[in-house]
């Protein structure tokens, strides 16, 4: 099942009790859906897409890596509207970039190359990169990276980029069912392949559920199961010690089931250091359900019905009232985004855990759905699109 069929399970499966009746002959055609969607290897999405169902009782939208699953009713669990927009609350925090890059392309941020250059990616269309940027955040100029191959066959596009020791990396997929690990200087350079990985039969929905740079090597895993490495600069894909039917959390951590765990299991759960062999596990209690676990903090929702974060060994929780709920854990330990809203979500505030501050990020709804921004891969910022700019929260500047 991919990452989205789960999704849409899950949230189907939550707001059933509150949906009108569908159509009789609804779900099969969903089922027609999600049977197409698993032809397609996971993608990087440049824009967010808003699916409606019955009738608005659903959205589900998608931006960067992560897909945001949004109930458009049950506002008695919706966050409460800052009283204040971001800039106000935390104006050391916020910035601002065109929304287009280098010949007018439409482009995103990826993750930090150092404190103060972003990585960006040029679209080239939907689902595809063009290009890869350093973004100078204090001068407002660009530099051109590499271009982004995309070879004949492929169905998977460039995604998971990750920066290490002088380079860019990132993987592709093609119809052979081999993913393919790319790398480039981030000087300026070609990109190349520096190692291919067999897959699964590409319609199964297997491909590569995380990657990173660690020192001179990539790190990866699949989502079958399994973390390896491979030298930045080419070579063998070697097995990680430990490591087998295991799947990239943040390295060194890696851990079972991962982010795509089976229906009613707890992504991450159990993780291991790599590095070290240290190990932990998440506590759980009766009548509650954990849906995903980060190295520190899980969320989950209680048998009464309500969202929490909590340390893994049980301790800190602290519920989350918002249906803007995401299914990942606190950026930084202590930020995350929700839609608020009455009968229907108006807009989005991004939530201070440790302050119980909170900050109007100006998202306004359309219809009975609305987009919440994208995190980036290191949970420092995050970024949305507002007219013909990006705005950047560093998440950093707030103390």
Request: aromatic share 6%; glycine share 14%.
């Amino acid at each position: 099942m991919t990452e989205i069929e789960e999704t849409l399970r899950r949230t189907f499966g939550e707001a059933a009790g509150q949906a009108p009746r569908l159509p009789d002959l609804l779900p099969e055609r969903l089922e027609r859906i999600h049977r197409r969607r698993r032809r397609r290897s996971r993608v990087v999405l440049a824009a967010a897409a808003a699916v409606l169902v019955a009738g608005g009782t659903v959205a589900v939208v998608r931006g960067g890596d992560t897909i945001t699953a949004v109930p458009a009713t049950q506002a008695r669990t919706r966050a409460e509207r800052p009283a204040a927009p971001v800039e106000q609350v935390w104006p050391d925090a916020v910035r601002k970039i065109p929304a287009k890059g280098p010949g007018a392309a439409p482009w995103r941020p990826v993750t930090l190359i150092d404190e103060r250059t972003l990585l960006m990616a040029a679209s080239s269309g939907f689902e595809r990169a063009a290009a890869v940027y350093a973004y100078d955040l204090g001068s407002g100029t660009e530099r051109e990276i590499a271009a982004v191959p995309e070879p004949e066959g492929t169905v998977a596009f460039a995604s998971g980029f990750a920066v290490g020791s002088g380079h860019v990396a990132w993987w592709t997929a093609t119809k052979d069912s081999v993913a393919h690990f790319w790398a480039a200087p981030l000087d300026g350079g070609t990109a190349r392949i520096v190692a291919d990985q067999p897959l699964g039969p590409v319609d199964d929905g297997s491909g590569i559920d995380g990657l990173a740079a660690a020192g001179d090597e990539i790190v990866f895993s699949l989502n079958a199961g399994g973390v390896f490495t491979v030298p930045l600069g080419g070579g063998t894909v070697k097995p990680v010690e430990g490591g087998a039917g295991m799947h990239l959390l943040a390295w060194p951590w890696i851990g079972t089931p991962g982010a795509r765990s089976e229906p009613g299991g707890t992504g991450f759960a159990r993780i291991r250091n790599a590095e070290t062999g240290e190990t932990r596990t998440a506590v759980t209690h009766p009548g509650e359900e954990l849906h995903q676990c980060g190295v520190t903090v899980c969320v989950g929702r209680s048998s009464d019905g309500r969202t929490f974060f909590r340390h893994r060994d049980g301790s800190s929780q602290k519920d989350v009232p918002g249906s803007g709920y995401q299914g990942r854990t606190p950026a930084q330990d202590r930020f995350y985004a929700s839609a608020y809203g009455d009968a229907a979500p108006e807009g989005v505030g991004l939530y201070d855990l440790d302050t119980g501050r909170s900050g109007d990020l100006g998202i306004q709804a359309k219809g009975r759905s609305v987009s919440l921004p994208t995190f980036d891969t290191t949970g420092r910022f995050l970024s949305y699109l507002a007219g013909d700019e990006l705005h950047l929260i560093d998440l950093t500047e707030i103390r």
